[in-house]
C-alpha cells in the first residue's frame, strides 16, 4: 500500500506547481521534491533499498544471484522473500515463519493484501497439498482471442509429457544457496 511514499530521495528533484494550484504570489516557484512521488522513475529504486536495509538488518541474506531475493534461515526451515517493483511474495517451510514475516513487515510498512497467492507476473499459482502448480491458461487464452485462434485446431504439447525431466549430468548447478 502506498510502498514508494515511505522513501526519501537522493536525487535533487523539482517540480512546477500543478495546473488549478499555482500560488498567485509565486506562480513561477518550483519546489523540491524530498519524499517520493508516483510517477517518479527513482521511486522503485528508493524503495527497494530501504526494504532490502530492513530485511537485512532483521537477519535476511540477499540471494547472490538474484538480488531480489532474501533469505531466512532458522532451525533447518528456510524462508524466502522475493520482491519485485512494490510486491512481494513469500514462502516458507514453516507457517511460523510466514506469520513471522507478516508481522515484521507490519511493524514497519502498512502492507495490504497479504493472503495466498493466486496470480504472479502473469502466471497463474496453484497451491494443492501435493505441490505448487503454475501455469498461464489466462495468457493463452487471451493471446488466443486476439489473434482470433479459438476456432481453430488444437495441437497436442510437442514433448512428451509423461517422460521426467532429468538433471544434464555435465551441467553445472546454479542454486547457490
Not at 514508494?4 to 513561477?28: A, K, M, R, S, W
Amino acid at each position: 500500500k502506498s510502498a514508494f511514499l515511505y522513501e526519501t530521495i537522493e536525487e535533487e528533484v523539482y517540480v512546477c506547481q500543478p495546473p488549478g494550484f499555482e500560488d498567485p504570489d509565486h506562480p513561477n516557484k518550483v519546489y523540491k521534491v524530498v519524499k517520493a512521488i508516483y510517477g517518479l522513475h527513482q521511486d522503485p529504486k528508493a524503495w527497494y533499498k530501504t526494504l532490502a536495509n530492513y530485511l537485512l538488518e532483521n537477519g535476511f541474506q540477499r540471494g547472490k544471484i538474484d538480488q531480489t531475493l532474501f533469505i531466512k534461515k532458522k532451525k533447518g526451515d528456510i524462508l524466502l522473500v522475493q520482491i519485485y517493483v512494490d510486491d512481494i511474495i513469500f514462502g516458507a517451510t514453516n507457517k511460523d515463519l510466514c506469520k513471522y514475516f507478516e508481522k515484521l513487515m507490519k511493524d514497519k510498512f502498512q502492507m495490504s493484501s497479504m493472503r495466498e497467492l493466486t496470480f504472479f507476473l502473469g502466471l497463474q499459482v496453484k497451491q494443492k497439498k501435493d505441490g505448487i502448480f503454475i501455469s498461464q491458461d489466462k495468457y493463452i487464452g487471451e493471446i488466443l482471442r486476439k489473434f482470433r485462434l479459438t476456432e481453430g485446431k488444437s495441437a497436442s504439447t510437442p514433448i512428451d509429457t509423461e517422460k521426467p525431466l532429468l538433471k544434464d549430468p555435465d551441467g553445472e548447478d546454479v542454486d547457490v544457496h
